[in-house]
């Protein structure tokens, strides 16, 4: 009975005792043609090289094999990828709901979120909602329309003009400005922002020479005050040995004479 057990493919290259074939056409590790040989002596030059024997192409006949180090490959690969990753630009649409008869403070709002979106490089759907008798006047909806697009006019155009649909009137606005210079831009500017940051750091911390003058000023306080304490301790002394002495007197002059002898 056949059976299958499904599984995941690899999709990595075969290396050294994976690869299953009797010869190769071997590359060198500076791209050198060194050209078909048996796969025993590939893996014995790789070893001699301390690389990798990693197949590159497979489909040719015979395979296609390199002398590389597979696991700097491999990161080297990972990182570009990662570049690739982060400088790609993903065409993202925002929609933006308004009401016919909306608030002019509603409006600046919703007219911010638009300009933000624009400065992004990212389209924006702008949707007129209409309901009850709103329905009849779709001129309300598409004064407002026009009145949004001419006010942010210097960060996008009018991508699609106002169409009704339904209860809703539509329209798309796009940016002037591309994704990925927006992007570009938005990692300039915080940059000089961080820059910015460390800049004001250096400038509040101390300096070495006025840590150093503080610590004299801080210690010449200190004997000061140690000076004056030993000093007010002094004559606390001195005032009770004083008074010692005048409680003795003051005994002497108390006690009764002895009577003289007969």
């Keep these: 009975m056949w059976c299958y057990r499904g ?4 999709t990595e ?6 690869i299953r074939v009797p010869e190769v056409r071997l590359v060198g590790p500076s ?14 030059l790789a070893q001699e090289y301390d690389l990798d024997l990693v197949e590159v192409a497979a489909s040719a006949r015979p395979p ?24 790609q630009a993903h065409t993202v649409i925002k929609e933006m709901k308004l009401r016919p008869k909306i608030d002019p403070h509603d409006y600046d709002t ?26 009849s006047r779709p001129e309300l909806g598409y004064r407002l329309l026009q009145r949004l697009a001419s006010d942010v006019e210097d960060l996008g155009f009018i991508e699609s003009n106002p169409k009704q649909d339904g209860r809703n009137m539509i329209m798309v606005l796009g940016p002037h400005k591309k994704k990925t210079e927006a992007m570009a831009e ?14 004001v750091a250096a400038d509040e911390a101390p300096s070495e ?19 004056d304490v030993t000093e ?13 002495v005048t409680e003795a007197d003051v005994t002497e002059a108390a006690s009764p004479e002895a009577p003289a002898e007969a």
């Design 186 to 199: 938005a990692r300039e500017a915080q940059a000089a922002r961080k820059a910015e940051r460390q800049g």
């Design 232 to 244: 007010a301790e002094a004559e606390t002394e001195a005032d009770v040995t004083e008074a010692d």
């Design 110 to 135: 919703k007219k911010g979120h638009v300009v933000r979106f624009l400065k992004q490089g990212d389209k924006v759907k702008i949707t007129i909602m209409f309901r009850g008798r709103e329905q």
């Design 64 to 87: 296609v094999c390199k002398l590389m180090d597979y696991g700097k490959f491999k990161y080297e690969s990972a990182m570009k990828a990662r570049e690739a990753r982060k400088n």
């Design 209 to 227: 020479e006025a840590l150093v003058e503080e610590g004299t000023e801080v210690a010449e306080a200190e004997a000061e005050i140690e000076a």
């Design 31 to 44: 791209g050198e043609q060194v050209g078909i040989v048996p796969l025993a002596k590939a893996l014995e």
């Design 7 to 10: 599984g995941s493919i690899s």
């Design 13 to 18: 290259p075969r290396i050294n005792d994976r």
